[in-house]
T-cell receptor, first 117, second 111 residues
Framework: GAGVSQSPRYKVAKRGQDVALRCDPI?????LFWYQQALGQGPEFLTY????????KSGLPSDRFFAERPEGSVSTLKIQRTQQEDSAVYLC???????????????FGEGSRLTVL | QKEVEQNSGPLSVPEGAIASLNCTYS??????FFWYRQYSGKSPELIMS????GDKEDGRFTAQLNKASQYVSLLIRDSQPSDSATYLC???????????FGAGTRLAVHP
């Protein structure tokens, strides 16, 4: 497709369950970011991939969060033993070049809304 | 102190008025500043970027930057109901040119 695709769009999990969120970036985009957006807040940085290399994971809130991009295209964000505070929209964004560059243009997917009961 | 601060709003303006959205940032070395618009339930989209002190105009939108005061603003002239959205201020910061966002200001334009 032409844009960034994320799935599932909505996920309801019971506390303690593991979840996996998928991001399919724009073809050929080098950079891939994951952000977490809580209700009424701006997106908070989680992690950054340049091709298959995870170069920055400073925003991951705990070791229950894990992300991978093994072939430099599709990425998966996994959350183990989900907690209620993990409820948020998880946004994936990609850009053609390294990082957001000075154009600041990240192409965002529609997000995966996670609700933990 | 958060790196990017915005008033959460809501900012309510009548149709046709000028909406003024403000943002401050903490990192003095920041060079690149952006405004993203996010409709309810949708993903953010880039609407303006600014790199130099002063004003930058694009249609009904004007971005203003004052690096000495560490202040960025967005003016929307002739506001329309379709402009009702959350406006996110963002700067490039940290390693790997990641975007750091403020909490966003919700704008409501009423007919």
């Amino acid at each position: 497709g032409a844009g960034v695709s994320q799935s599932p769009r909505y996920k309801v999990a019971k506390r303690g369950q593991d979840v996996a969120l998928r991001c399919d970036p724009i073809s050929g985009h080098v950079s891939l970011f994951w952000y977490q957006q809580a209700l009424g807040q701006g997106p908070e940085f989680l992690t950054y991939f340049q091709n298959e290399a995870q170069l920055d994971k400073s925003g991951l809130p705990s070791d229950r969060f894990f992300a991978e991009r093994p072939e430099g295209s599709v990425s998966t964000l996994k959350i183990q033993r989900t907690q209620q505070e993990d409820s948020a929209v998880y946004l994936c964004a990609s850009s053609l070049l390294v990082g957001a560059t000075n154009t600041g243009e990240l192409f965002f997917g529609e997000g995966s809304r996670l609700t933990v009961l | 102190q958060k790196e990017v601060e915005q008033n959460s709003g809501p900012l309510s303006v009548p149709e046709g008025a000028i909406a003024s959205l403000n943002c401050t940032y903490s990192d003095r070395v920041s060079q690149s500043f952006f405004w993203y618009r996010q409709y309810s339930g949708k993903s953010p989209e880039l609407i303006m970027s600014i790199y130099s002190n002063g004003d930058k105009e694009d249609g009904r939108f004007t971005a203003q930057l004052n690096k000495a005061s560490q202040y960025v603003s967005l003016l929307i002239r002739d506001s329309q109901p379709s402009d009702s959205a959350t406006y996110l201020c963002a700067v490039i910061g940290g390693g790997y040119n990641k975007l750091i966002f403020g909490a966003g200001t919700r704008l409501a334009v009423h007919p």
